[in-house]
């Protein structure tokens, strides 16, 4: 078990060092986290719903803020370039989140003009198209958790995966507590967060 927390640890610290410096994008993680925690609610009351959430609402603040507002020149607190970190991410990088993506902005087109591709996702009548839309979804985030998971089990080893899935399932509630400042700083008019921890770290 210490292994695994040490390996959760260091996972939490290189993903908040190296992937959040502008304050734009904690920002946008803590909104990401707050609406996560209420899917999370959701999926004891529908699986559907905290879907819709999820994925409307909760990845693509969190994507948005990865995407078009964190720095991609060389970083100068960890001496690294953009390339580098691409490279040694862990999770999912820029390139496999523009497939995650783009097969989530899919669904809704397959709902719509072919649904009997997707309704073997869907209980016995119960295929809306914004019921069937949420649910594919559902099936996409487990999936998307599972795929790079078993990726991580070949490329690395299974605690390094294991620790990556505890830690996306966990990191809302680690981004409130990280970033619930964010928004106070970037209304006072800080763009990049100075990272003085990572230098004293």
Do not use: C
């Amino acid at each position: 078990m210490e292994g695994f927390f040490q390996t959760l640890k260091t996972q939490r610290w290189d993903d908040h060092r190296y992937y959040h410096h502008s304050r734009i994008n904690q920002s946008l993680h803590f909104i990401s986290a707050l609406s996560f925690l209420v899917s999370y609610a959701y999926l004891f009351i529908d699986p559907v719903i905290s879907a819709l959430i999820a994925w409307m609402i909760s990845m693509t603040s969190r994507q948005a803020g990865h995407f078009f507002f964190e720095p991609k020149d060389y970083d100068v607190v960890n001496q690294a370039t953009n390339d580098h970190k691409e490279f040694i991410k862990v999770g999912y990088n820029l390139q496999r989140k523009v497939v995650l993506m783009a097969i989530w902005a899919l669904v809704p087109v397959v709902a719509y003009f072919s649904p009997s591709y997707l309704t073997w996702f869907a209980p016995e009548g119960d295929t809306s198209f914004i019921r069937l839309v949420g649910i594919s979804w559902f099936v996409l985030g487990v999936a998307g958790l599972l795929f790079r998971a078993v990726q991580l089990v070949i490329q690395d080893n299974f605690q390094v995966a294991f620790s990556w899935v505890f830690k996306i399932l966990t990191d809302p509630f680690h981004d409130l507590m990280l970033y619930y400042k964010s928004p106070i700083y970037l209304l006072k008019g800080e763009l990049i967060d100075p990272m003085e921890h990572v230098h004293s770290h």
